[in-house]
């Protein structure tokens, strides 16, 4: 029954606000270049599913790059700030300053420095994932428990053996939950990148032409499959989450 | 990947006795290996000589002498705060004294730790939550720079039948969070026990236990020295502890620590339940609670 309606609510969410959103649509017959129903958008993405999968395997590939990338630059910058509070001192202003300048104001000239294609858009994907990322990991990395350090250093275990074997498990948590808000990110960055890199394939591509060529049904098909992208990724995270932090008392409650 | 075949005999800290123990089975060794049982296990000794520690503007420790024979289990017993964690965590080489010398078997704490001699047992049990019993029973045996090439560290089978002996053996593979406190705290012994170190150090490993887990931990923790040679310094709260367990007792004041009382306690070993109850065992209890409270400032 506790299982049941684990599955059942979140359903019956998703059922309730497309619902509203059909009826709202429909009652108050709102014009179809501002706002469609879900059933027509539903039915766009049916009958072209090769031309919406085909953009979504591009956006997502570019995604899940920036992000990696990002990662692998915060888990070495968070690492060293970490083992430092100069340089966790040093670093803070300007993580500071790369997350709070808006991506959009910047994201042109990044173009013209990399050029056209798939470098700048893993640049501004990875940059808009990395503050949060590197935070994570600075934090995950002190979080762990003094006393299994301490035991670690009795037997003379090597910097690099702490941080394997205790620091990095202990900066799981704080992973996932980066993650969780990178998602959101990537796809802000992946989308927004597409439109000045001037690429010819992806979400972000046919947001803008639809935009462009005023198709409201492209348009909205194209959102709604940005969406579902997202929406995998975090229940792919959540899968992961759940198998490898099933320890982590956050985790056991996370559905 | 913890051990050589043939162990080197002789590999025994300098300046210690070597002890051999006939009582023990060589499991650890393959039986082709024509050495008699070697005498892979003595105490260290360790030796504290007029060390001062101060944590700012406290001192914790004011000339502080503590000598340990090898093969000693000594207990430091004091109020809070007297500073006798800081002197178990200066033999550790956790902590560095400010004056003074600390030596464990003759060399400085450091090289205790590379020479992996130091089974140390923290005051909470301080599993790595993602990993099962068997394997954070391991996690000292199989970390360090010179783990697997130090021959020293029981086979991961003994660490297993250790689990067993303690009564963890339908737990192997249970994670910390499915145990109770007491069964994290055994977990945490056998970490220690599972080195093999000839010194073990025991920060008040008991503290956070309710009364009848305690006086099973008390028992349990009599089963595993006996028929081992380890040195052991335990820092207790409880009196009863201190007088069942060890050989010595050391009184500590508090600001700064230092020994008040060096109490031999001449029970006989094994040490059994019924030795509680007895005159002898009393009357020591009765001392060492009166230089406690002769420790403390009223």
């Not at chain 1, 090597?158 to 704080?174: D, G, I, N, Q």
């Not at chain 2, 939550?129 to 360090?144: F, H, I, K, Q």
């Not at chain 2, 009848?212 to 335990?234: H, Q």
């Amino acid at each position: 029954m506790k299982r049941l309606s684990r599955l059942a609510a979140p359903l019956i969410g998703l059922l309730v606000f497309f619902g509203a959103w059909q009826l709202l649509v429909w009652l108050f017959d709102v014009h179809t270049f501002v706002i469609l129903k879900p059933s027509t958008i539903i039915t766009e993405m049916w009958d072209h599913p090769r031309f919406y999968w085909g953009n979504m395997l591009v956006t997502a590939k570019e995604a899940l790059l920036g992000y990696l990338v990002a990662l692998a630059v915060a888990l070495l910058w968070g690492a060293l700030m970490a083992r430092s509070r100069f340089l966790e001192q040093a670093s803070t202003p300007v993580a500071v300053l790369i997350q709070v300048t808006p991506i959009v104001a910047y994201a042109p000239s990044a173009v013209l420095w990399l050029g056209r294609g798939l470098r700048p858009i893993v640049f501004i994907t990875g940059l808009i994932c990395l503050v949060p990322l590197l935070f994570a990991v600075t934090a995950g990395l002190r979080s762990a428990d003094p006393a299994a350090l301490e035991l670690l250093e009795t037997v003379d275990a090597s910097p690099w053996e702490t941080v394997w074997k205790v620091r990095l498990p202990y900066s799981f948590p704080y992973l996932f939950s980066a993650t969780r808000t990178c998602v959101g990110l990537a796809l802000i960055g992946a989308v927004l990148a597409e439109w000045y890199a001037l690429v010819d394939r992806g979400l972000g591509r046919r947001i803008q032409e639809a935009i462009d060529f005023n198709q409201s049904r492209q348009l909205w098909a194209a959102i709604y499959t940005v969406a579902l992208l997202g929406g995998a990724a975090i229940l792919v995270l959540n899968v992961i989450e759940r198998r490898l932090l099933h320890w982590h008392p956050g985790a056991r409650t996370i559905s | 990947m913890h051990h050589d075949p043939a162990p080197t005999p002789g590999r025994l800290p300098v300046g210690v006795p070597a002890a051999s123990r006939p009582g023990r089975t060589c499991s650890r060794y393959q039986p082709s290996v024509p050495v008699a049982c070697p005498p892979v296990k003595a105490g260290l000794g360790v030796e504290v000589r007029g060390v001062t520690k101060r944590f700012g503007p406290t001192t914790a420790l004011e000339r502080f002498d503590l000598a340990v024979d090898p093969g000693q289990f000594v207990t430091l017993i004091g109020p809070s705060g007297c500073g006798k964690s800081t002197a178990l965590r200066l033999v550790a080489g956790l902590t560095e004294a400010d004056e003074g010398r600390v030596e464990v078997g003759g060399g400085p704490p450091r090289a205790a730790q590379s020479g992996r001699q130091l089974g140390f047992v923290p005051q909470s049990p301080s599993l790595l939550p993602w990993r099962t019993v068997r394997s954070n029973a391991r996690l000292l045996s199989e970390s360090g720079r010179r783990s697997g090439r130090s021959g020293r560290d029981l086979p991961t089978t003994e660490v297993d039948a250790l689990l067993e002996e303690v009564g963890l053996g339908e737990f192997l593979d249970a994670y910390p969070h499915e145990l109770s406190g007491g069964m994290q705290q055994r977990v945490a012994l056998v970490r220690a026990f599972a080195l093999d170190a000839p010194l073990l150090l025991m920060d008040e490993p008991f503290a956070a236990l309710d009364e009848i887990t305690r006086s099973e931990m008390r028992y349990l923790l009599l089963r595993l020295c006996e028929g081992r040679d380890a040195t052991v310094v335990f820092v207790t709260h409880s009196i009863a502890e201190a007088v069942m367990l060890s050989d010595r007792v050391l009184v500590m004041t508090g600001r700064p620590g230092r020994i008040e009382l060096d109490e031999p306690i001449p029970l006989s070993r094994p040490r059994t339940p019924e030795q509680e109850e007895t005159t002898a065992f009393f009357e020591l209890e009765t001392r060492l609670r009166r230089a406690l409270r002769g420790s403390t400032p009223s």
